[in-house]
């Protein structure tokens, strides 16, 4: 090998042996840097003379908003009066002597008083043959129908419960209520345990049917969210005070979609005591059949047409004559217009301006008779709704 060949390759053999070294060096490099924690990395650091930040918590009590504080204050204080409501129904097979209890389903209530009385919607209970009601605390108690309101949806049950694990919920009104203003439903959607929605008033005045399909007026717009479960369960204000029984959701798929209902508390103090007193509900009334609306219009005639009077009725004894169709096809009507000078277009609005008032109260009805304008004086009587 001449002399500048091997000088060459002494190079060669020097030039890859730095490489290879920076190589190593580079390697070692990354190990270290993986092996040590970068500052505001979230890693502790060493030195002690830096503060250690303890672990995040969940928020104490002092860092609620004020009305954070106020929601939960409610839902502690009107959660106990809230209930759970299983309807069952006995079923006996065709060929057999046996019965078995199918469950028809279930939906929320709230104690009334101390003395058991629970108060629910009709339709929660509807069809069924046994009921179990089950408190805050989870105890269970056998429950019996009290007396049941199907026009107004409503039901009361009674449970053999101690005084102790009774807390019933305060009552307010319903009347004086404004769009706008908080409201906080509490039940037990899906069977879950107690829940609370909260939300605003978005409508007032509204009408629904009942299961009987008789018109409930005055109902209350919610956007609250109400699900199945929630059905029977109370409607509060801000105070934790009764303002309506949840009742009725506007959904295709059956599932909260922003619109719910609920019955006026002012409804429910006068039913509720008749049905704990009498075991149904009681109205007053001037003893007419009247005529439906739709042949009312066909007759081109506005108010309430009287089609029968009762025979001791309130409207007989006041003098009111049921429709009469002569030989030559005219007709003899007394045709109800007004009542206490309220005016009277359809049945609706006759039942509507009764039901507000009571048992022996006397009515002013105006009277149209042919071209003759009357008003008659009439004392209502009770009758079964």
Same mark, same amino acid.
């Given at each position: ?160 419960? $101690?005084? %102790?694990?009774?807390?019933? +919920?305060? *009552? ?5 209520? &404004? /769009?706008?203003?908080?409201?906080? =439903? ?105 005529? $439906?609306? %739709?042949?009312?219009?066909? +007759?081109? *005639? ?5 089609? &029968? /009077?009762?025979?001791?009725?309130? =409207? ?70």
């Amino acid at each position: 090998m001449s002399q500048s060949q091997s000088a060459v390759s002494i190079r060669g053999r020097a030039l890859g042996a730095l490489v290879f070294l920076f190589a190593l060096a580079t390697a070692l490099i990354w190990r270290l840097a993986e092996a040590t924690p970068a500052a505001g990395a979230g890693e502790v650091p060493t030195d002690s003379s830096v503060p250690v930040a303890a672990p995040s918590s969940a928020r104490s009590r002092d860092e609620l908003a004020p009305d954070e504080r106020s929601t939960i204050a409610l839902f502690k204080r009107a959660s106990p009066a809230v209930v759970h409501i299983t309807n069952s129904a006995l079923y006996r097979g065709r060929f057999s002597f046996s019965a078995t209890e199918v469950p028809r389903g279930t939906g929320s209530g709230f104690l009334w008083d101390d003395n058991g009385n629970v108060v629910t919607n009709f339709h929660v209970i509807n069809n069924g043959s046994k009921f179990k009601v089950t408190l805050s605390d989870r105890s269970e108690w056998d429950a019996t129908v009290v007396g049941t309101a199907p026009n107004h949806d409503l039901a009361v049950l009674h449970i053999d419960a $101690p005084r %102790a694990r009774l807390s019933a +919920l305060a *009552v307010g009104t319903s009347s004086g209520l &404004e /769009v706008g203003q908080s409201v906080y =439903a509490i039940g037990n959607p899906f069977g879950l345990d107690q829940t609370l929605t909260t939300g605003v008033i978005s409508g007032l005045g509204r009408e629904i049917r009942s299961v009987s399909d008789h018109k409930i007026s005055d109902v209350i717009q919610t956007d609250a969210a109400i699900n199945p479960g929630n059905s029977g369960g109370p409607l509060l204000d801000s105070s934790g005070r009764l303002i309506g029984i949840n009742t009725a959701i506007v959904s295709p798929s059956g599932a909260y979609a922003g619109i719910g209902f609920a019955v006026p508390v002012d409804n429910v103090r006068r039913i509720v005591p008749q049905l704990i007193s009498r075991g149904r509900v009681t109205r007053p009334g001037i003893g007419i059949v009247p005529v $439906p609306n %739709a042949l009312a219009q066909q +007759l081109r *005639v506005k108010g309430v047409i009287v089609s &029968e /009077v009762s025979a001791e009725g309130a =409207a007989k004894q006041a003098g009111l004559r049921p429709a009469l169709r002569y030989q030559d096809g005219s007709l003899e009507l007394d045709v109800i217009v007004s009542v206490d000078r309220q005016p009277v277009e359809k049945v609706e609005d006759l039942f509507d301006i009764l039901d507000q008032r009571k048992v022996g109260d006397t009515v002013l009805l105006g009277v149209l008779r042919g071209r003759e304008r009357l008003e008659v004086p009439v004392k209502l009587r009770e009758l079964q709704d």
